[in-house]
């Protein structure tokens, strides 16, 4: 079993920035893809940003494109989101999931592809 813990959300004005954080235990961290998704009130849950288990490869979904990144620290056992130039649009629950399969692909740009999810974090952004 792998706990997924996400932190790092808040409110924020249009143009600011915030970094979310994914706090993993459990099975061994660094065996598998990590993933953010996030869901707005009344839409399906939809890709944001995956990374491999090495952290060398990653996927991004359009919308955040050249302002998001995602990353993560193997020995810390954390995966991050970070979010700039942000807009009311990316207002949404954010989750974070990950998965403890030796795979990588665009199969991760996909909820079903993952095992483990976080409870999610509140992000508003403002106008």
């Known amino acids: 079993q792998v706990q997924l813990v996400e932190s790092g959300g808040g409110l924020v004005q249009a143009g600011g920035s915030l970094r979310l954080s994914c706090a993993a235990s459990g099975r061994t961290f660094s065996s598998g893809p990590m993933g953010w998704f996030r869901q707005a009130p009344g839409k399906e849950r939809e890709f944001v940003a995956a990374?491999?288990?090495?952290?060398?490869?990653?996927y991004y979904a359009d919308s955040g494109k050249g302002r998001f990144t995602i990353s993560r620290d193997n020995a810390k056992n954390t995966v991050y989101l970070q979010m700039n130039s942000l807009k009311p649009e990316d207002t949404a629950v954010y989750y974070c999931?990950?998965?403890?399969?030796?795979?990588?692909?665009?199969?991760?740009?996909?909820?079903?592809?993952?095992?483990?999810w976080g409870q999610g974090t509140q992000v508003t952004v403002s106008s």
């Open positions: 990374i491999s288990w090495s952290g060398g490869s990653t």
């Open positions: 999931a990950a998965d403890d399969s030796a795979g990588w692909g665009p199969r991760f740009t996909m909820t079903a592809s993952y095992d483990y």
